[in-house]
């Protein structure tokens, strides 16, 4: 199985840029599909962007396209999340998540059966 730890998160002013990162470990990330999903308080978790294993990203959807913007390094077994021109809204605990390439990548955090412990995104107006 794959272990999952984020990091990056942070307090910062609305208009800043963070960049959270994943590091996979137990398993080589290039055996997973990955997603960045979130979660506000009082909110359900919400999906915020995809990468397959080969890196082919899954179309971003909302208010973070444009945004947003995931990447991967099967060589560093990392996957990142560059955030960009954040807003109040975007004040939410960040998740990475894990699907082996057997399985489709998709928008649905049910579907992932790993997950990170998440990291803290706070973004001041």
């Known amino acids: 199985q794959v272990q999952l730890v984020e990091s990056g998160g942070g307090l910062v002013q609305a208009g800043d840029s963070l960049r959270l990162s994943c590091a996979a470990s137990?398993?080589?990330?290039?055996?997973?599909?990955m997603a960045w999903f979130r979660q506000a308080p009082g909110k359900e978790r919400e999906f915020v962007a995809a990468?397959?294993?080969?890196?082919?990203?899954?179309p971003y959807t909302g208010s973070v396209k444009g945004r947003f913007t995931i990447s991967r390094d099967n060589a560093k077994n990392t996957v990142y999340l560059q955030m960009n021109s954040l807003k109040a809204e975007d004040t939410a605990v960040y998740y990475c998540?894990?699907?082996?390439?057997?399985?489709?990548?998709?928008?649905?955090?049910?579907?992932?059966?790993?997950w990170g412990q998440g990291t803290q995104v706070t973004v001041s107006s």
């Open positions: 137990g398993r080589a990330s290039s055996d997973y599909n």
């Open positions: 990468i397959t294993s080969n890196g082919v990203v899954i």
């Open positions: 998540a894990a699907r082996t390439i057997s399985a489709y990548v998709t928008r649905n955090p049910t579907d992932y059966s790993f």
